[in-house]
């Protein structure tokens, strides 16, 4: 019998894929489809894939082509296949010409000609044309124009700003003044908004007015009662409203978690997170002071986010200790706020006009997990025990720090209707009340 094996992704099954597999099959006697997983997909920067990995291995079992389907996981896989499988030739689409020329060693190699004229790519592209109009005035700007480059059907409609000098050349030329925003609604279908938080409530309002969906830099509002009014406008008009905290799309963050929830380091009894940068506040333009957020504001959501994510936000007790730049301000310079949970602690620490390390410690009854700083941008990360011998080290590929990601399933969200679920409600929920228990001297401590 002459075993035949090939791979693919198989996102959104058409004719080529078929054409392609038949051909593969009429190459021997039993043909064996590698489908490849999510992570594996993702961690090689191919995010657009748009089915679940059981959706696309029933499109190929629905074929009758395949005689056996496995799953491919991980690099260099294809090797090991081949040997366990008895594999006699190896055959994949042209448009990967010599790239496994090295599997020569182990079987034939056989590139396929692809079918012209249609690719998973093209129907993604053309099943959503997606216009996301920017908000705000932050660099971050800059990076959401490139990274969206990469996601398909996605492009900038224009940017509303009360401050421009902070924006690429391009997005200059399509810079137009806040009081425009109405103008920048009509033509987008979603926004992004990385405005103050002081005014994410009247920009999120305005956006779903116009029926756009909306992608709001954490925390959406500074009273809870503002978000919940917000979550039910969004809810009953059918739109996305979506926190925007890039560190929960990062592969290593995402795989840090769920290895924490399983147990792998026992009991979780400590979450420790810090985020600082180092703004000079007594040097700084008057005009960015303007549209310069505070410690709480800029770093409290992604610091917030383990805690909620491991610990839930059912905690008894918080304090909150903060240092302002003046007693008639609202500005931090340096905020710590500490839980106490019914078997666990947590402490966030957040500063602009401090430094600190900027790591992220999960300790648990077994063992500790360890994020080096930055650990909001983290590609990995420990799992670190007594017996140093069985610590572990994991390393995931990160591309536009998250962004990229994130858009790509904000993007998927307004295409299915369903929620991206890697924030819920009840953590954005917390999230803005801790910070309005900040704003409103609630549990507060001031030194």
Request: proline share 3%; aromatic share 10%.
């Amino acid at each position: 019998m002459k075993k035949v094996i090939t791979y693919g992704t198989y996102d959104h099954l058409h004719y080529g894929h078929v054409n392609l597999l038949e051909r593969a099959k009429a190459l021997g006697d039993y043909l064996i489809v590698g489908v490849t997983a999510d992570s594996f997909d993702y961690a090689r920067g191919k995010i657009n894939v748009e089915q679940s990995l059981m959706e696309r291995i029933e499109a190929v079992k629905a074929t009758g082509l395949a005689d056996e389907i496995i799953v491919e996981e991980y690099e260099g896989q294809k090797i090991d296949d081949i040997r366990r499988y008895g594999v006699d030739i190896f055959t994949v689409g042209s448009d990967w010409k010599g790239s496994f020329d090295y599997l020569c060693e182990y079987c034939e190699v056989v590139y396929l000609e692809r079918t012209e004229g249609v690719s998973s790519t093209e129907l993604r592209t053309k099943q959503h044309q997606l216009r996301l109009g920017l908000v705000g005035e932050s660099p971050i700007l800059n990076k959401f124009e490139r990274e969206s480059q990469y996601v398909n059907g996605l492009t900038i409609s224009g940017v509303c700003t009360e401050c421009d000098r902070h924006l690429s050349p391009s997005l200059r030329q399509r810079a137009m003044p806040m009081c425009q925003l109405d103008k920048l609604l009509t033509m987008s279908d979603a926004v992004y908004i990385i405005s103050n938080p002081r005014n994410h409530y009247d920009h999120v309002n305005r956006a779903l007015e116009k029926e756009c969906h909306v992608l709001c830099e954490s925390p959406i509002a500074i009273n809870p009662q503002q978000l919940e009014e917000l979550k039910q406008k969004s809810n009953k008009r059918g739109l996305q409203l979506v926190d925007s905290l890039k560190t929960a799309y990062s592969m290593a963050y995402y795989r840090l978690i769920l290895l924490a929830k399983s147990g792998i380091i026992g009991q979780i009894v400590s979450v420790d997170a810090t985020c600082t940068s180092m703004t000079n506040l007594e040097m700084s333009d008057e005009r960015d002071m303007t549209f310069l957020w505070n410690s709480i504001g800029a770093w409290g959501p992604t610091c917030l986010l383990p805690i909620f994510q491991l610990l839930g936000v059912d905690y008894k007790d918080k304090t909150i200790t903060t240092h302002l730049i003046r007693e008639d301000s609202d500005f931090d310079t340096f905020t710590k706020v500490s839980f106490i949970y019914p078997q666990a602690v947590a402490s966030m620490k957040v500063g602009q006009g401090v430094k600190s390390e900027g790591e992220l410690v999960i300790s648990g009854t077994k063992g500790y997990i360890y994020v080096p700083a930055p650990w909001w941008k983290t590609d990995y990360f420990e799992v670190r025990y007594e017996n140093p011998a069985n610590n572990r080290r994991y390393f995931y590929q990160l591309d536009g720090e998250g962004i990229r990601y994130m858009l790509v399933s904000f993007v998927k969200a307004i295409q299915t209707g369903r929620e991206t679920g890697y924030i819920d409600t009840p953590i954005s929920a917390a999230i803005v009340t801790t910070i309005a228990d900040f704003y409103q001297k609630k549990d507060v401590v001031m030194i």
